[in-house]
């Protein structure tokens, strides 16, 4: 028979004395990890850092904890670190070689460790109002979906063939030397880190739809050696396009013997309007604003041409500017 899958969100059952992965009770309070690998905070000497959550409360990011059961530590949680840790150190030409899952899984352990902690900050601060907790029933079924792939780390679930809940973007990127890049959008469920000589974007609930979306901008780059302000504008393009996608992607989930697959609904359904909404280029405009704020740009230089936004990806002709041609700081 086939283990059971956890469902802390179903009835906020994210509760710190249950272990996140698996729901079974804590023996310790001491039973924790942090949310941002300890390998990855000391190595860019985060731990003492402010990180902002929602509420505007402030913590630093070793305050970020997830509980975790030492059982599950052992045989799930710290051996994906390891991996991870040992390809990221390594650089570009060994993130390329991992398992796109893992990468998937370990990007969706940290994503899912911020929306806990939000979580937690957004029901004591109802609380302490006096009102009820509430959230958004489609947001929180995407966070539902999302923690049931992660836990691909522990139960033996299989995907319907040639399926991923994903899609994920890697590039070789010129960083600056010891910079770490980051930054996520919960309510979209998408990630992207800059650090060494890579970058990486994934959005982790849309199926594949938004890489399909972007497939002919990413195979014109993805072979490049990007600028980190090209990085920065393609994942402003992926970000936006996350905000556009407007289905909620579902799954049928069957137990078989031991197993448990997933298969995708049809994200279509029964709507006739197209999967993303219209594109504005002045809210992509903000978006990459937001996204260059280490270089400057401001949003009316960004669309002072509104047909024609400023792109350091490509020429007027639709051309790829080499990294080395732009003249730009890291």
């Known amino acids: 028979m086939a283990e059971q899958i956890y469902y802390p969100f179903q009835s906020f059952k994210a509760s710190k004395k249950l272990c996140f992965l698996t729901g079974k009770p804590l023996n310790s309070s001491e039973e924790q990890i942090t949310v ?60 390329k070689e991992l398992d796109e899952l893992r990468i998937f899984q370990w990007a969706a352990k940290w994503l899912h460790g911020i929306i806990f902690n939000e979580l937690q900050a957004a ?72 650090i060494n000589d890579f970058g990486l974007i994934i959005n982790l609930q849309d199926n594949g739809t938004i890489g399909r979306y972007n497939q002919a901008i990413y195979d014109k780059i993805k072979d490049q050696t990007l600028h980190p302000i090209q990085f920065e504008e393609f994942s402003a393009r992926v970000f936006y396009s996350a905000y556009l996608f407007n289905r909620l992607p579902n799954y049928d989930i069957m137990p078989v013997g031991d197993e448990i697959y997933i298969e995708p609904q049809q994200l279509r359904g029964t709507s006739p309007k197209p999967m993303f909404d219209e594109w504005q280029v002045k809210t992509y405009g903000q978006v990459l604003e937001n996204f260059w704020e280490k270089w400057g740009y401001l949003l009316l230089e960004i669309i002072k041409d509104p047909d024609n936004p400023v792109s350091h990806l490509f020429d007027a002709e639709g051309n790829f500017k080499p990294a080395d041609s732009l003249g730009l700081e890291k």
């Open 123 to 194: 029901m004591r601060q109802q609380n302490a109002e006096g009102e009820e907790f509430s959230v958004s029933q489609s947001i929180l079924q995407r966070f539902t979906n999302l923690h049931v792939m992660l836990q691909t780390l522990n139960l033996s679930i299989k995907f319907e063939e040639d399926f991923k809940p994903y899609s994920l973007f890697l590039f070789k990127v010129d960083n600056a030397e010891n910079e770490f890049a980051y930054r996520d959008e919960v309510s979209t469920v998408t990630f992207s880190l800059r």
């Open 36 to 95: 941002f690998p300890q390998w990855l905070m000391s190595r860019y000497k985060l731990e003492d850092q402010p990180f902002k959550l929602l509420d505007e409360s402030i913590l630093t990011y070793k305050d970020l904890k997830l509980p975790c059961s030492a059982e599950a530590n052992e045989l799930y949680v710290e051996p994906l670190e390891r991996e991870i840790e040992a390809a990221f150190t390594k650089g570009y030409d060994a993130v």
